[in-house]
């Protein structure tokens, strides 16, 4: 677990590069459901990473939303869709959705800790719904511009997220680099839990050699 951690984190921040739909041919297809209590900006975050806009309105899902993002990774050309669902329609439709779901983000305010109390609920219901399937998951803590209204640490945050077996990160609108930050960090461990033990271990020798050079570089 921790390796795969550790890769899916390299590869967040070093390799990601944004596809043109128009050039580049689809070669694999990762499916995300976004979860999370109503006013935690779950819509916003997937609008501003995907459409690089959003709204400072606290507008609770009324819809089905599929957000798409395409990126190019190890010559690779990847299409992240982002399953923004109403709550009503969920509850009624979770168990076909867990079914065909590739990962799983939860979002909580950090302002807000009721919204932080109820991820273990979230949580079992997934497990129970899914039928214990293992889905890859990640929690993120949402709306960190908001620093003078925090209630729930960071610490805290991975503190359940480790119980909880998930990733962890938190996020928020104004800042794109934290926006991307969760969708990247989810992204990447699906790709990883894809490649066989072989090729993780050639990823892995790639990455402590190309850190390496970087290190050598820096130095002279």
């Known amino acids: 677990m921790e390796l795969f951690n550790n890769i899916s984190k390299w590869i967040s921040e070093k390799i990601f590069q944004e596809a ?34 959003f709204s400072l309105e606290e507008n609770p899902t009324t819809a089905n939303n599929l957000f798409t993002k395409l990126y190019r990774i190890f010559d690779n050309d990847i299409q992240l869709d982002l399953l923004d669902i109403e709550e009503g329609y969920y509850k009624i439709h979770c168990t076909d959705i867990l079914s065909t779901i590739d990962g799983i983000m ?34 993120v803590g949402n709306k960190t511009d ?10 805290e945050g991975e503190e359940k997220a480790f119980k909880l077996d998930s ?19 989810i992204l990447s461990k699906l790709i990883i839990n894809d490649l066989n033990e ?23």
């Open 146 to 155: 908001l620093e003078f209204m925090r209630n729930v640490d960071s610490e």
């Open 20 to 53: 043109d739909p128009n050039k580049n041919k689809i070669i694999k297809k990762y499916e995300v459901l976004v979860l999370g209590d109503r006013g935690v900006g779950k819509t916003s975050l997937c609008q501003r990473f995907t459409k690089d806009s």
């Open 167 to 185: 990733l962890f990160t938190e996020s928020n609108c104004i800042h794109f680099e934290m926006t991307e930050k969760p969708f990247k960090h």
């Open 198 to 220: 072989e090729n993780r271990n050639k990823l892995r020798s790639s990455i402590i050699s190309i850190e390496e050079k970087l290190k050598r570089s820096n130095k002279e």
């Open 106 to 139: 939860i979002v909580y305010d950090v302002t807000k800790p009721f919204t932080f109390h109820k991820l273990e609920k979230w949580n079992l219901d997934i497990q129970e719904k899914s039928n214990y399937r293992y889905i890859p998951q990640i929690i």
